[in-house]
């Protein structure tokens, strides 16, 4: 079965700091890791993906994440935080079942950014 | 171009009330998915359509829950003799095509938060 784990369900950091969310991935097959945002009362916005292209996938607003088999893991960071990137994040890793990508997601992290 | 919608946001039903939720995906999406987000937690799937057809429905968590996409474009998921441990967001995505995995990406709605007292 395909599955993620995020470390850590609240991570805070200080405006400007870096900002590190974790995940590990368990797959039997070669993954489609993904990186959601949840804003308050909002639904999933997509921040980037890893379809095998390129280890390093940058995405929006200054993410970044990259894919690294030998240690099963899909970090997400971004160099400086800014407050507007309080928010909830998800890892995601999706696979093929009865003829279509399932995905599944971890519980999620709940960034806070301190000014 | 507009998103995917789903209405209403809230809702309150007392236990034993039935409910309907409505999902309005991007015109032209070939997949829906209906996701169930309790609090705290990462979604997890309910169910799954392409074009009207219900290819998997294994999320379900009983009976009382049933979801239809009659004409393939606007879905409705049903929730019947509503439990408390039926409250949650309840969550609704579409994409374009699901296997061609160098696209896919599901697009998520806003969300229905579902109260059951």
């Known amino acids: 079965a395909q599955s993620v784990t995020q470390l850590g369900s609240h991570v805070s950091v200080s405006e400007g700091a870096l900002v590190l969310l974790r995940c590990n991935y368990s797959?039997?097959?070669?993954?489609?890791l993904f990186w959601y945002v949840q804003y308050p009362n909002q639904g999933l916005q997509l921040l980037l993906k890893?379809?095998?292209?390129?280890?390093l996938v940058k995405g929006i607003n200054g993410f970044e994440a990259e894919f690294k088999k030998s240690e099963t893991s899909f970090h997400l960071t971004k160099p400086s935080a800014h407050m507007s990137d309080a928010a909830e994040y998800f890892c995601a890793v999706s696979y093929l079942s009865g003829g279509y990508q399932k995905v599944t997601f971890g519980i999620g992290t709940k960034l806070q950014v301190i000014p | 171009g507009a998103g995917v919608s789903q209405s209403p946001r809230y809702k309150v039903a007392k236990r034993g009330q039935d409910v309907a939720l409505r999902c309005d995906p991007i015109s032209g999406h070939v997949s829906l998915f209906w996701y169930q987000q309790a609090l705290g937690q990462g979604p997890e799937f309910l169910t799954y359509f392409q074009n009207e057809a219900q290819l998997d429905k294994s999320g379900l968590p009983s009976d009382r829950f049933f979801a239809e996409r009659p004409e393939g474009s606007v879905s409705t998921l049903k929730i019947q003799r509503t439990q408390q441990e039926d409250s949650a967001v309840y969550l609704c995505a579409s994409s374009t095509h699901v296997r061609l995995a160098q696209t896919y990406e599901q697009y998520f709605g806003p969300g229905t938060r579902l109260t059951v007292t």
């Open positions: 797959s039997s097959v070669p993954p489609y």
């Open positions: 890893y379809t095998s292209a390129a280890t």
